[in-house]
């Protein structure tokens, strides 16, 4: 067991990428706060990992708003006296061409993935930095590296403020014995992709061959694979990793 008594906050944990997560970390031992916006999905997470024999609270929140984030880590800490790591999985997805894209559209996916980063981090460092030990893992998204895709300008602009956020993060507090990782993932099969594929006109099996032949590895990732990734960054195994972007997306 690679987390034994490590305590994990996860957020976004109710669906997709952030569930997978949850279950593998809980499959190491680690003690499970699953936080979404979407309570009934927290808690369906919560509830199978404890039939699993895990440890877990579900706890709901709406990563934009800073008090409800220092409510996660305030539960966090009555249930299971503090946490050692923390993981911002929390996003959304507003695509639009800019003339179409609102200020609401805009403000709601920074606030989620970059506000949302920040918020978590901010609630989790003063314990951390107490105990000199901790591992943050954000994510983000390859659009930065990559020539991005059309009507993605507030998505891109969040992934890149999440990569450089993990940056700044990690040298501000790698003296405390805190590593800060960011995983950037792509063609994952989760809802969100499923819902852009959608909006998008496409049959899934349409979009699954169309992302397929766009991947080196030729197949489309699970939420596994990303949980795998996140498992590693969170373990002793990576403690010399800090500040890096780790992409998952079958190829580089
Ligand atoms: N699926 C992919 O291919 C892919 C690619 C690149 C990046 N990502 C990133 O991975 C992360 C997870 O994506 P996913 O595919 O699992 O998406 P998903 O839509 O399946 O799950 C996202 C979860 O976040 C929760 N959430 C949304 N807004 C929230 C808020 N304000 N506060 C708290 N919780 C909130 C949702 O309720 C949901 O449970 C996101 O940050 C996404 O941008 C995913």
Same mark, same amino acid.
Request: glycine share 8%; hydrophobic share 40%; net charge positive.
């Given at each position: ?25 809980? @499959?190491?031992? &680690?003690?499970?706060? /699953? #936080? ?9 997470? =919560?509830?199978? *990992? ?100 059309? @009507?993605?300008? &507030?998505?891109?602009? /969040? #992934? ?9 993060? =990690?040298?501000? *507090? ?79």
């Amino acid at each position: 067991m690679k987390l034994e008594n490590r305590v994990a906050i996860i957020t976004g944990a109710g669906r997709g990428i952030g569930k997978a997560i949850a279950f593998r970390l809980a @499959e190491e031992g &680690a003690k499970i706060v /699953a #936080s979404d916006i979407d309570l009934a999905y927290a808690e369906d997470v =919560a509830n199978r *990992l404890k039939k699993k024999g895990r440890q877990a609270l579900a706890v709901k929140a709406d990563v934009t708003s800073g008090y409800e984030v220092a409510q996660v880590f305030k539960a966090a800490e009555k249930r299971f006296g503090g946490v050692d790591i923390l993981v911002n999985s929390a996003g959304i997805r507003r695509d639009a061409p800019l003339h179409k894209m609102s200020e609401d559209d805009w403000d709601t996916v920074l606030a989620t993935q970059a506000r949302g980063s920040f918020n978590c981090a901010r609630a989790v460092q003063k314990y951390m930095v107490r105990h000199n030990y901790g591992k943050i893992v954000n994510i983000s998204s390859p659009v930065p590296a990559s020539l991005g895709e059309r @009507e993605q300008t &507030a998505y891109a602009a /969040a #992934s890149a403020a999440v990569q450089g956020f993990t940056r700044a993060l =990690a040298l501000e *507090l790698g003296p405390y014995g805190i590593n800060v990782n960011c995983v950037a993932p792509e063609y994952i099969d989760t809802e969100m992709t499923r819902s852009v594929a959608r909006k998008d006109g496409m049959y899934l099996d349409d979009f699954r061959k169309f992302a397929t032949a766009r991947v080196p590895l030729r197949r489309i990732g699970t939420p596994e694979d990303v949980a795998n990734v996140v498992l590693f960054l969170v373990s002793d195994e990576s403690s010399f990793v800090s500040g890096q972007v780790i992409y998952v997306r079958g190829g580089p």
